[in-house]
Each structure stands twice: as structure tokens, then as C-alpha cells.
């Protein structure tokens, strides 16, 4: 689905990824792990297309992403791949359903149809109750159930996530882990993640070890 041929990016004068090759197979859950400021997440943001490699190059389904304009790649970004980020990042004023609908409505949907997908979505992570809920009235594992219904409305084969589990407690960080395997079965979802939790990582189908900016064998 994914592959990434010797990918360079440095930030300022640092560089950080130093010639990597790495894959992503349909339907694989995939952690990225390694020490920090082995590069992890500026690994993460190439592949799904967030930043761009200073060389090299990322193929997703036999689209060079290299040839595509910013504006074409940001349609790419919204059709195909979905984010999940250590802070659930949902705007405070949306309620938990408006949230959710953001995607679809920027990927030029009507009101009506982003509403319905994002409600299903709700309702497929058992938050059809909390969707007119702010944020701020939801715990920290609905807001970031709420993140990944988000990032699942517009269907995309592609998840990403980075350090997903980092900010909640053991118990709702093992069930969002649950639910990442569980969509992975019932949509073969593609997913690779950046994580520091050795029960996530390990769970994976397999691992990218990063260290100093290359993948150890």
C-alpha cells in the first residue's frame, strides 16, 4: 500500500531521517519505536504526507506523492488518510458530532451526508450518546475515541497515530489499543503508529526500529 525509498529530512541544520526505506502492507498495523529523537515522528508526518522529504520518495497505492501540487496533496491527505495525535486536538466550541463532521465537510460533502457518516461513526465507537457533548464534558478516552472517529469519517484506507495512548490511563489506553486492532478486522484499515507503550508496540503485526535517523535491522 505505502512505500518509502530513501527518505532525507533534516530541520534547520539537524538531520533527522537519513536515508530510510520503509513499507506499509494492506491491513497491517505497523509501530514505529526507537528512542527519542531517533525521528519517529518526523518519519510519521513524511509518510502521511504532513511534511515533505527533503529526498526520496513515498508511493501510496502507485501515486508518487513527489508529483502532486500542495492543493492536490491536501485532497489526497483527506480522501485517504486519517490522523490521530497524542492530544485529541478537537476544537473546544464543536461538540463531539461537529467534530467528527469536520473532515467530511472539507473534503466537499454536503451538511447532511458528513453528519450522517459521522454519526455512524459515533455510534460505531459507542459515542452515539455523548455526540452533542462538548469536549470539555467528555472524559479524556471519549475525546479521544472522538479523535479517531474524526479521522475515520471520510473512510480512509490509511491511519496514523502518534503516541495515541500517550495521555490516558492504563485502562482507557488499552481499550483505545483494542479499538485500533478491532477496526483494523472489521475494515482493513492500514495503521502505523509512533509509540512509546511496549504493549502496544509489541501487539503490532511489526515493528520499524528507528535509531539515529535509520532503521535498524
Known amino acids: 500500500m505505502l ?3 530513501g527518505i532525507h529530512k533534516s530541520h ?3 538531520q533527522v531521517l537519513r536515508g530510510v526505506d520503509v513499507s506499509l ?3 497491517e498495523v505497523v509501530s514505529i519505536v526507537g528512542p527519542s529523537g531517533a525521528g519517529k515522528t518526523t518519519l510519521l508526518n513524511v ?4 511534511d515533505r522529504p527533503d529526498s ?5 497505492n502507485g501515486i508518487d506523492l513527489a508529483t ?3 492543493k492536490s496533496l491536501a485532497r489526497f491527505r483527506n480522501a485517504h488518510i486519517g490522523f490521530v495525535f497524542q492530544f485529541h486536538q478537537l476544537l473546544p466550541e464543536f461538540n463531539a458530532l461537529e467534530n467528527a463532521m469536520l473532515p467530511a465537510l472539507v473534503g466537499g460533502q454536503p451538511e447532511a451526508q458528513a453528519e450522517a457518516a459521522a454519526m455512524a ?3 460505531e465507537l459507542g459515542l452515539e450518546s455523548r455526540a452533542k457533548h462538548l469536549p470539555s464534558q467528555l472524559s479524556g478516552g471519549e475525546q479521544q475515541r472522538v479523535a479517531v472517529a474524526r479521522a475515520l469519517v471520510n473512510d480512509p484506507p490509511l491511519l496514523f497515530a502518534d503516541e495515541p495512548s500517550g495521555n490516558l490511563d492504563t485502562a482507557n489506553a488499552n481499550a483505545l489499543h483494542d479499538l485500533f486492532f478491532d477496526l483494523r478486522d472489521r475494515h482493513g484499515l492500514t495503521i502505523a503508529l509512533v509509540t512509546h507503550n511496549e504493549g502496544l508496540a509489541e501487539r503490532a503485526d511489526r515493528q520499524i526500529r528507528l535509531r539515529d535517523g535509520r532503521v535498524q535491522s
Open 3 to 5: 512505500t518509502a525509498t
Open 12 to 14: 534547520d541544520d539537524l
Open 25 to 27: 502492507s494492506a491491513g
Open 47 to 50: 509518510l502521511s504526507t504532513l
Open 56 to 60: 526520496g520518495s513515498v508511493v501510496v
Open 68 to 70: 502532486l501540487k500542495d
Open 121 to 123: 461513526r459515533l455510534q
